[in-house]
C-alpha cells in the first residue's frame, strides 16, 4: 500500500483540528444563547414574583464560575421568600467570586444593598490578604505582570472597604502600595547614543 506523504497527514491534521474549533466555536454560541435565555427567563418570573419558578429556572450551583446576575437573582428570590441564610449564602459566593463587584444602587433594593454590604466587610479582609500573598509570591519569581496586577488588586479590595475595616487594614495597605510601585514594568532606557568619529583629515 502506498504511504501518505507527510504534507497529506499534516492536511489530515488541520482539517481535523479546524472542524473541531468550528464545533467548539458553535457550542460556545449555543452556551451565550442558552445565557441569555436563562437570565430573561429568571428576571420575567421575579417581577411576576413568582420566586419558586425564578429559582428553579436557574442553572444550579455545582462549582461553576459564579454569574453576578444569576446570583443576585438567586439571593432576591430566597429573600423573598423568607430564606435569609440561603441568601447571604448565595452573596457569598458571588463576591468570593467576584470581590470587587457591589450592584448599583439604582438596580437593586436597600435590602440587598445591606446584604452586600455585610457579606463584603466579612469576607473582603481575607481575600485582601490571600490576594497580596499571591501577588508578593509572583513578585518573588520576577513575574513583575501578575504581581504588579495582584497588588493594585489588593489594593483595590482595601479601598473599598469601610473605614473601620479599611483602618485594620493599613499596614497591608501601606506594603501593597510600595510593592505595587516597586512591581510597576518600567519601559527600558533609551541606549545612549555612540559619538561620531570625527573624519579623518586628509593628507
Given at each position: 500500500?502506498?504511504?501518505?506523504?507527510?504534507?497529506?497527514?499534516?492536511?489530515?491534521?488541520?482539517?481535523?483540528?479546524?472542524?473541531?474549533?468550528?464545533?467548539?466555536?458553535?457550542?460556545?454560541?449555543?452556551?451565550?444563547?442558552?445565557?441569555?435565555?436563562?437570565?430573561?427567563?429568571?428576571?420575567?418570573?421575579?417581577?411576576?414574583?413568582?420566586?419558586?419558578?425564578?429559582?428553579?429556572?436557574?442553572?444550579?450551583?455545582?462549582?461553576?464560575?459564579?454569574r453576578t446576575d444569576i446570583e443576585q437573582y438567586r439571593a432576591l428570590c430566597l429573600l423573598a421568600?423568607?430564606?435569609?441564610?440561603?441568601?447571604?449564602?448565595?452573596?457569598?459566593?458571588?463576591?468570593?467570586?467576584?470581590?470587587?463587584?457591589?450592584?448599583?444602587?439604582?438596580?437593586?433594593?436597600?435590602?440587598?444593598?445591606?446584604?452586600?454590604?455585610?457579606?463584603?466587610?466579612?469576607?473582603?479582609?481575607?481575600?485582601?490578604?490571600?490576594?497580596?500573598?499571591?501577588?508578593?509570591?509572583?513578585?518573588?519569581?520576577?513575574?513583575?505582570?501578575?504581581?504588579?496586577?495582584?497588588?493594585?488588586?489588593?489594593?483595590?479590595?482595601?479601598?473599598?472597604?469601610?473605614?473601620?475595616?479599611?483602618?485594620?487594614?493599613?499596614?497591608?495597605?501601606?506594603?501593597a502600595g510600595e510593592f505595587l510601585e516597586l512591581s510597576a514594568v518600567r519601559p527600558a532606557a533609551?541606549?545612549?547614543?555612540?559619538?561620531?568619529?570625527?573624519?579623518?583629515?586628509?593628507?
Open positions: 500500500m502506498k504511504s501518505r506523504s507527510p504534507f497529506a497527514i499534516a492536511l489530515v491534521f488541520l482539517l481535523i483540528h479546524s472542524v473541531g474549533n468550528a464545533a467548539q466555536g458553535i457550542e460556545r454560541v449555543l452556551d451565550l444563547a442558552q445565557v441569555a435565555g436563562d437570565i430573561d427567563r429568571v428576571r420575567t418570573l421575579y417581577v411576576a414574583a413568582a420566586y419558586e419558578e425564578a429559582l428553579a429556572a436557574m442553572p444550579a450551583v455545582n462549582g461553576a464560575p459564579v421568600l423568607g430564606r435569609e441564610e440561603e441568601a447571604v449564602a448565595a452573596v457569598e459566593r458571588l463576591v468570593r467570586d467576584h470581590p470587587t463587584f457591589f450592584p448599583p444602587a439604582g438596580e437593586t433594593s436597600p435590602r440587598m444593598q445591606n446584604l452586600f454590604a455585610g457579606v463584603r466587610t466579612k469576607l473582603l479582609p481575607d481575600i485582601a490578604k490571600r490576594t497580596y500573598v499571591d501577588a508578593k509570591a509572583a513578585y518573588e519569581t520576577k513575574n513583575r505582570e501578575v504581581a504588579h496586577a495582584g497588588f493594585g488588586r489588593a489594593v483595590q479590595l482595601i479601598d473599598s472597604l469601610p473605614e473601620a475595616e479599611k483602618n485594620g487594614l493599613a499596614d497591608l495597605r501601606l506594603l533609551a541606549p545612549s547614543p555612540v559619538p561620531e568619529k570625527p573624519a579623518p583629515k586628509p593628507s
